[in-house]
């Protein structure tokens, strides 16, 4: 067997190559990690703990509110003196919107419908509008005194006097009344009819021969009414001429008996016109007066006018507490019940 003179020299093992290129990527695979936007190395590391909170007592809470508010006070003083003094040194326009200062808005006085004028008195009416030239009753004005009511009462009464002698005038039989001056309102609803009580034609009647006592210097009205009122030629006092004292019964025949009832709004039409005796005929239906209504228009009579209740119905008067009872009592007139089936 032939020997070699010069063997051939080992390579470096296999192994070691592959641990060192394997280490290799290993170290460059850590360097691009760490230089990586946003990786978890990035974050950073936030300490958190517990507190444990005592709870708060009623006067605690009240203790911390009384002390923000001193805090918003203080911190609003502050502001408004340094406002003041930039306005101070010119600096007007940095001032903001809305400081004014509260004192110096001013809340208008808002007078409520009413206040003028009492309850019940011609102005809350309308009256003058509705009648012009109607005589106002000085003892419902407001800001006269004593002395300036008995001068209108004693004027008022020598212009009584200065018409000539008054007239007394009785319906069915009633009480009779006195006067220069007569209204004579009449209800004409449905049960005033011929269907009902047949109570129009029997006024026409009577009204015919009372109003032949008056003389020229007197004067009339009749106001026939349901829901509205209509009247005899114009909304006035007319003089009892002897034309007009022959329309009544004209007048009255041509009505129809129709509609609801406003009792109030007749009387207050009938007061508009200043008269000495106002005359109710009715059968006194729905809807009665109030006890409201009834003292506003003792107010509007003022003592000057009577009124006399006429009421209509069958068979005996039944109720004794009538608000036409109520309303003769309380302004000096008379009421008189008129049995229907005995005419």
Not at 12 to 19: D, G, K
Request: net charge negative; glycine share 8%; aromatic share 4%.
């Amino acid at each position: 067997m032939e020997t070699l003179a010069n063997p051939p020299r080992r390579l470096t093992p296999a192994w070691l190559l592959s641990l060192g290129l394997h280490g290799l990527l290993l170290v460059l695979l850590s360097l691009g990690f760490r230089s990586m936007p946003g990786s978890a190395l990035d974050v950073p590391v936030r300490e958190v703990g517990i507190v444990l909170a005592e709870p708060r007592t009623a006067q605690a809470e009240a203790m911390q509110h009384a002390s923000d508010s001193e805090a918003t006070a203080d911190s609003r003083a502050d502001s408004r003196v340094s406002r003041e003094d930039q306005a101070s040194t010119g600096n007007a326009d940095s001032a903001l919107p809305g400081d004014e200062v509260a004192a110096d808005l001013s809340i208008p006085d808002i007078q409520l419908p009413g206040d003028s004028m009492p309850l019940g008195s011609a102005d809350d009416l309308g009256l003058d509008r509705l009648f012009p030239g109607a005589r106002r009753s000085t003892s419902v004005l407001p800001g006269l005194g004593d002395e300036a009511i008995l001068a209108d009462e004693a004027a008022w009464r020598a212009a009584q006097q200065a018409r000539g002698p008054a007239t007394r005038v009785s319906l069915f039989g009633s009480a009779a009344a006195s006067g220069h001056r007569f209204v004579f309102a009449i209800d004409r609803s449905g049960s005033m009819g011929g269907s009902g009580l047949n109570a129009l034609a029997a006024a026409s009647t009577e009204l015919s021969t009372s109003l032949a006592h008056l003389l020229p210097s007197h004067s009339f009205q009749i106001v026939a009414y349901h829901h509205q009122c209509v009247y005899l030629q114009k909304p006035r006092l007319l003089p009892a001429s002897e034309e007009n004292k022959a329309a009544v019964a004209p007048f009255i025949s041509g009505l129809g008996a129709l509609g609801s009832t406003s009792h109030d709004m007749a009387l207050r039409v009938s007061l508009a016109m200043e008269p000495d005796v106002i005359y109710l005929l009715t059968d006194g239906g729905d809807p009665h007066l109030t006890e409201i209504q009834l003292t506003n228009l003792r107010k509007l009579t003022a003592g000057r006018t009577s009124i006399h209740c006429i009421r209509f119905g069958f068979g005996a008067d039944a109720e004794p507490d009538h608000f036409m009872k109520r309303l003769a009592a309380q302004n000096s007139g008379s009421y008189t019940y008129v049995d229907m089936s005995k005419r």
